[in-house]
DNA sequence: GCCCTATATGCAACTGGTTGCATAATATCT
DNA sequence: AGATATTATGCAACCAGTTGCATATAGGGC
């Protein structure tokens, strides 16, 4: 039910279109809540019709007609009582540590190719976080508000966990070089 | 299709019981890779429908009959594939992420004990960790095997990762205690 | 004139994971 | 004697996420 809530944590800062929260997914929350345009309309349906957001009809010349959604006395109350509820801890999969796992009956060179790839692609994610924490430092001269204080710190997961990960797939590297372990 | 393939990995160990791969999820892979019994017995089913696997049905006197399977060569074929195929980065999301965000609304002192609950559980969690790291190394002096050097490397991960978010969670304590975010 | 992108919305089918329930025997604890 | 845990297996219903498809308009580039 994680993604109710989101959307509801959303459309609590504003009232906002589907599009919009969908945008917002692709963009600030990217690096730390992903849902499709599709996820997000059904999610919607479903909040209205329990009459957690309301939906108000917008015509627009040209365009197709768009729907402003704004967050009821219900569904702020919805998502105060989820905030303080226990959460369940998200369990970790990580598929490359299965491969590393069954790589023993491939051949470790097999794998080289798909290791290689996925590193240059943690790395440029971090290089990613790295970019959005200069860019946020730079704005924060106009003062940042409550929510881009704790956007900062969502930025600040992203790098801690993302150079840890580095620093493992360099012990992994290590590994598949030369077979040494790290203590 | 990941579970699948973790079953296949399993499997090019060694023949296996489908409690005894159930078994396996709730210990040594437990740190990284989680799967219910309904799970592993329904996708044990599709893999001998699909010849991936043979199941050897074995009378037990007393005990119900047990199904011991192991892996064809078309499963290994298929293992091999998935091993060099370019797997999917998983989409990291992260609920407590979340309700930072939200608590703005609810109001920060609301959040706290929901806060606390998550950082014991993750402090319980990397103790876990630190405590399987001991007894690993203990074991080393027998030896490794190659299978025991990768599980050592998922156990790496896991602690690398774990003491990332400790410091993260000390970050938001940090904010949600004093406002002072970190730099 | 044609293609692509952006805006704006949504249904339907499928896949994978969770939850609830069911069966059946032995061993062990109280 | 009865309760609980362990071994051993599985179905069925449900819920959440993914993929494919669909519609409709406006504007810009080739």
Known sequence: MALRHVVLTVLARGDKTGYEITKAFETVYSHFWRASHQQVYRELGRLSTDGRVNATLVAQEGKPDKKIYSITKRGLEELRQWIV???????SQYDMLVKLLGCNTVGREQFRPEFDRIRSISEEWLRMLRDMRRECLRQREQGWSEHEQVLYLALRRGLLLGEAQMRWLKE?????DSGKLPD
């Open 85 to 91: 509820a226990p959460t369940q801890i998200p369990r």
């Open 172 to 176: 992994v590297e290590g590994y598949l």
